[in-house]
């Protein structure tokens, strides 16, 4: 449970991170980064090349933001628990959520499958989840591929 409790405050950190430091800047991503982050919403298209990707004490994160900056999507994960070529369980980490406005989807189910995973240089993965936030839920599949 202390584990557990780790992971989400390491989460919640960089998260926190990732949209404060992104709104000092005007919007802009605080590292130049390549990449796409697409995904299907309960069957709706969302896709983000305007991505931040940072590295802060052995975790590995993103924030894809989509056309209005208050949507997006993060994922924060410990690099050192994904085996790459095999699905994981989505649970604490990977920490995967989805805001639309002021509503946070935070992934309960699923599974996330690294093809690359070079923290502090590129993470490409697939994903397929279930998102629950103020009692609904929503089907998110996707895929990214982001480097510095």
Request: aromatic content about 10%; some cysteine; hydrophobic content about 35%.
């Amino acid at each position: 449970m202390k584990n557990n409790l780790f992971k989400i405050a390491t989460f919640l950190l960089l998260t926190i991170s990732m949209v404060s430091c992104s709104s000092e800047d005007d919007g802009e991503p605080v590292v130049t980064n390549k990449g796409k982050f697409t995904a299907t919403i309960n069957g709706q298209a969302f896709s983000s090349n305007d991505i931040t990707y940072l590295s802060v004490g052995g975790t590995e994160g993103i924030i894809a933001y989509g056309a209005e900056k208050t949507t997006y999507f993060s994922v924060a994960i410990f690099p050192k628990d994904f085996p790459v070529g095999q699905d994981v369980n989505i649970a604490f980490s990977p920490s995967v959520s989805y805001v639309n406005g002021d509503k946070t989807y935070i992934a309960q189910t699923g599974t996330m499958n690294f093809s690359v995973l070079e923290p502090g240089k590129r993470m490409k993965a697939t994903f397929s989840m279930i998102g629950t936030g103020d009692g609904d839920n929503l089907t998110i599949e996707g895929q990214f591929d982001v480097s510095k």
